[in-house]
């Protein structure tokens, strides 16, 4: 006897769920309008992108994020704040920019606080390293960035080796009044630790 099929999940509002997992979306199936799109990979509890989200209303605003329960919870502060530029995607941030983010369709990808793997066996499963820097120079616009920060001396120092080793993103300056670019919630915990967190930010050569 066959077991019985569960029906699948709806999408909750502000919810981004392709129909399809196995082709590259169109940046205007995510978001309907022409405004430059930011992603956020590993979105956590969301509270960068609410307030990413609110300040630039002309632009929008995608989270990644594997954990369902943090998936649900971004949707309902975009949903409470009304803000019709947020949507969160629940998948793994890997395969979102190797395979399914659309070519020059992403004016900047936000790595925040990732998982720094520091056992030497698991450093592969680091996100920064060369098939993702490809992959991520792939979905940038010309001139689009990535911006990276850790609180992991090791990793950075990996992930600084990496992009030289790759060659193809610019290291640009980043000060700390440079533009707008609130504390993530994984920041303000650390930084209350005492933990010093050392930025990056990347940008594709046109
Ligand atoms: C350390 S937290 C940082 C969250 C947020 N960026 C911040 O700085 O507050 C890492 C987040 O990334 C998510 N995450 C870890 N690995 C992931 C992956 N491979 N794909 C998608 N999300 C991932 C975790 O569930 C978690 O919410």
Redesign the pocket.
Known sequence: MSEPVSAPRQPEAHEFMPDDYFRQVEKSEIFADERPLEV?????????LVEMAREHPGRSFLG????LG?VRKVCRKAEREGLANLKVLR??????VEWLLGPASVSRL??????PWPKARHHR?R?VQRNFLEAVERVLEPGGELLF?TDHGEYFEWAEEEVAAFGRLERLDWPDDAFFYPK??????WESEGKVLQSMRLRKVE
Do not use: I
């Open positions: 956020d990979l590993g979105c956590g509890d969301g509270s960068f990644v994020e594997r954990l943090r998948l793994e941030s890997r395969y979102t936000h790595l925040l606080c990732p998982d499963r996100l920060k993530t919630d994984f920041q303000v915990q």
